[in-house]
């Protein structure tokens, strides 16, 4: 693990701009961000640093250098771009998108596309995939999924998925497959009778090609898997349960030798997690939410996320939060500093 840095404080800041177009079935979006970082500490770490690195694996670049200035640095990023065709039993996409899989609500061990980063400020900001996908809708409650990715080496990720209903749950079957990586994984959700408790579970075995240390190929083979609940209280409370399962867990020289991988997210420092979201709305204005989650690696260590949201009008949101992480030094958790932040969302 990497030693803790010292604190800093540092500005972020992203304009983003959209654009749809929809007429008769087609349907198109481009979405493009302007992103600035101001702070001479944090502009000048080895976490900006790692992040400068970080570039959607696409045959095409998404965005711009770093443009570097006295404390800050700015760039410009394509973040989707992709149109289709849609109908009563089909939906056709191409371009720079976002590949769905996956039911976990804190884990997604299925989702080797783009999933979400849950230790990150902004979970749901995650590289688009250059991709062609399309849906056919067998019946109602039925239908089979097929996607084609390119990467920036030029070579090809497949993957298939068949979803239905059963009578008592959602169920599908996922395979993926690439140049280094097979996998074969399921999803399951669904109500457990008339309790209003929602069940969830997936899991996923994998085999993929590493490298270890010296660069050389490591091939690897293990499987992961998720169950969880969710439950919502007439209060306004919910409450999601969710635990993890690894039958690896990989070093952290063993992640920076691949941060390439098709399974970079699948690669954990534990054998397993168990995590919690606790959320409620005091009003229409009001949100309030808590995220723990504890890595059981012999060296027990925890990430706390508290966050606090107020909704001004249709244009206008606040939020402060924290990512409060608690360990041995040694632990997975306890290697880094807590990170602490206000937001402020204005659309228009």
Do not use: C
Request: proline fraction near 1%.
């Amino acid at each position: 693990m990497t030693q803790k840095e010292k604190n800093n404080i540092y500005n972020y800041d992203r304009l983003r701009v959209q654009t749809d177009y929809t007429d008769n079935g087609f349907f198109g979006t481009v979405i493009g961000d302007g992103i600035n970082y101001l702070g001479g500490a944090y502009v000048n770490s080895n976490d900006f640093e790692y992040l400068k690195r970080s570039r959607s694996d696409t045959t095409f670049k998404t965005q711009t250098n770093f443009k570097d200035y006295g404390n800050g640095s700015a760039y410009a990023k394509l973040y989707r771009a992709y149109g289709g065709y849609e109908d009563a039993k089909n939906r056709v996409v191409v371009g720079l998108q976002n590949i769905s899989m996956g039911v976990g609500r804190i884990w997604t061990p299925t989702n080797i596309f783009n999933p979400k980063n849950i230790y990150a400020l902004e979970p749901d900001e995650v590289f688009g995939v250059s991709a062609l996908s399309y849906v056919r809708y067998l019946d109602e409650t039925s239908h089979v999924t097929f996607v084609a990715s390119q990467n920036s080496e030029h070579s090809y990720k497949y993957a298939g998925q068949y979803k239905s209903f059963l009578n008592f749950a959602d169920v599908a079957l996922n395979v993926v497959s690439s140049d280094r990586t097979k996998m074969i994984a399921y999803e399951i959700e669904g109500n457990l009778a008339d309790t209003g408790v929602e069940l969830r579970s997936e899991a996923a075995y994998i085999k993929s090609t590493l490298f270890d240390t010296s660069y050389k190929e490591n091939k690897k083979e293990f499987y992961q898997g998720v169950v969880g609940a969710e439950y919502g209280f007439k209060n306004g409370v919910t409450l999601v349960l969710e635990s993890l399962y690894s039958s690896k867990k990989f070093s952290y020289d063993e992640v920076l030798s691949n941060l390439n991988s098709d399974i970079l997210s699948n690669l954990v420092y534990s054998n397993f997690y168990t995590g919690a979201t606790l959320s409620y709305s005091f009003n229409l204005f009001l949100d309030a939410s808590i995220l723990y989650i504890e890595s059981f690696s012999g060296r027990n260590s925890r990430f706390v996320s508290p966050t606090l949201k107020y909704t001004l009008n249709d244009y206008n949101s606040f939020m402060i939060g924290a990512q409060i992480q608690n360990g041995k030094n040694e632990s997975e958790f306890g290697a880094f500093e807590n990170r602490y932040y206000f937001k402020w969302s204005l659309s228009f």
